[in-house]
């Protein structure tokens, strides 16, 4: 069975940055591209960042460019954000999923809030 | 890039098809063919429903169907079941491996 955990989420004011990682198991994560998807309270789904599957190739939102840096360890099965100059705007669930075009497994999703 | 264009609402009776569109422009629904469709039930993580504009994953009912003209995508669900009821995105290649979502349609059974 296919699990993807993501962790990392919490609290941070405008301006912090956050570190999220997504554990995968059950599947040979070294051959699989990964993305990113979030989704703020009460709204639609938006892609934020994609990545191949040995990571040199890396794909990102206009509205996260600069900022967030997607990234993988497949020697560890874990997939990475590291968000930068967080803002308000930046407050949703963040989706760890599997694939690049489409998106097959999806974890349960960690909640960032920027706050102050 | 905008959002996909979908209804924000649709409805049908159990037993009913209710057909769900999603437009968007040549640069991503009309010009690539990777647009894939997504349930979301209250509190829980997206399920692809469709992929490839029109293939279904293993364990997906064949009641849900995708099809495509032109700028638009569609999602038919036929046979309504309860179950069915719940808010569905789609979403399309937009050219440099990046990707749009729709801003989703709440179907409900009525």
């Known amino acids: 069975e296919v699990q993807l955990v993501e962790s990392g989420g919490g609290l941070v004011q405008p301006g912090g940055s956050l570190r999220l990682s997504c554990a995968a198991s059950?599947?040979?994560?070294?051959?699989?591209?990964m993305t990113w998807v979030r989704q703020a309270p009460g709204k639609g789904l938006e892609w934020v960042s994609g990545i191949g599957s040995t990571g040199g190739d890396t794909y990102n939102a206009d509205s996260v460019k600069g900022r967030f840096t997607i990234s993988r360890d497949n020697s560890k099965s874990t997939l990475y954000l590291q968000m930068n100059s967080l803002r308000a705007e930046d407050t949703a669930v963040y989706f760890c999923?599997?694939?690049?075009?489409?998106?097959?497994?999806w974890g349960q999703g960690t909640l960032v809030t920027v706050s102050s | 890039q905008s959002a996909l264009a979908q209804p924000p609402s649709a409805s049908g009776s159990p037993g009913q098809s209710v057909t769900i569109s999603c437009t968007g422009t040549?640069?991503?629904?009309?010009?690539?063919?990777?647009v894939s469709w997504y349930q979301q039930h209250p509190g829980k993580a997206p399920k692809l429903m469709i992929y490839e504009v029109s293939k279904r994953p293993s364990g997906v009912p064949d009641r849900f169907s995708g099809s495509k003209s032109g700028n638009t995508a569609s999602l038919t669900v036929s046979g309504l079941q309860a179950e069915d009821e719940a808010e569905y995105y789609c979403?399309?290649?937009?050219?440099?491996?990046?990707?749009?979502f729709g801003g989703g349609t709440k179907l409900t059974v009525l």
């Open positions: 059950g599947l040979s994560f070294n051959n699989y591209a």
């Open positions: 040549s640069s991503d629904v009309g010009g690539y063919k990777y």
């Open positions: 999923t599997q694939g690049l075009r489409w998106f097959v497994y």
């Open positions: 979403s399309s290649s937009a050219g440099s491996n990046m990707v749009l």
